[in-house]
């Protein structure tokens, strides 16, 4: 119970950790991306704008490039120069960084479906379209309807972060199957020994 428990929180820290790079450091991602746009005059916004714009594929690049970097080795190195915290670093069967995405999806999930325009009809149906621009669209496809108070929480909290933790995952699939997942002390010892 108490290694579900420590795996769960890992995934909240996991969660939290991407929050808050999305929240308070998304400029540390966008700035070259923005850099090397005006330099190439491919854009002319300004890097506020460029932020709203296109934060949510960017950001999602990121945790793609961040998947394929190897941390379980960092793991074993840290076990190598301290043996005595091996059992404090115990690797984890599934890593929590392949289900990381899911408290930060049912959240967004719950968002989503609960939001509501300011200027929604009662009798009118549900918004589909406006929703989905205000959670995924860029900025120029924004309406006064849909801005809020928790617009660029919506973006920041909510669908970055997810966005991030998804492709991440991906990649971290994709690098264990075709570089092979790195195995467990167990499985290492059971192929050392001789049957």
């Known amino acids: 119970m108490v290694r579900v428990l420590t795996w769960c929180a890992k995934c909240l820290f996991l969660y939290l950790l991407v ?8 400029w540390i991602f966008v700035l070259p991306v923005w850099a090397i746009g005006t330099k190439m005059h491919w854009t002319t916004i300004s890097r506020f704008v460029f932020l709203l714009n296109y934060f949510l594929p960017i950001f999602a690049i990121s945790g793609f490039i961040f998947g394929w970097i190897p941390f379980g080795r960092l793991r074993k190195a840290l076990i190598d120069i301290a043996p005595g915290l ?10 929590a960084i392949y289900l990381a995405w899911v408290p930060v999806t049912l959240a967004f999930l719950v968002r989503f479906f609960t939001w ?3 200027n929604a009809s009662v009798l009118g149906g549900k918004d589909t379209v406006g929703r989905t621009a205000r959670f995924f669209g860029t900025l120029n496809s924004q309406t006064p309807a849909l801005f809020d108070s928790r617009w660029a929480q ?15 995952a991906i990649a971290v699939l994709l690098r264990h199957v075709i570089f092979g997942r790195p195995s ?9 020994s001789p049957e």
């Open 86 to 95: 091996a059992r404090f670093v115990e690797p984890d069967r599934i890593s």
């Open 19 to 26: 929050a808050m790079l999305a929240i308070k450091f998304a």
């Open 116 to 118: 509501q325009s300011r």
């Open 184 to 192: 467990l002390p167990d499985e290492v010892a059971a192929s050392e």
């Open 154 to 168: 919506d973006r920041f909290l909510y669908t970055g972060p997810m966005f991030f933790l998804m492709a991440c």
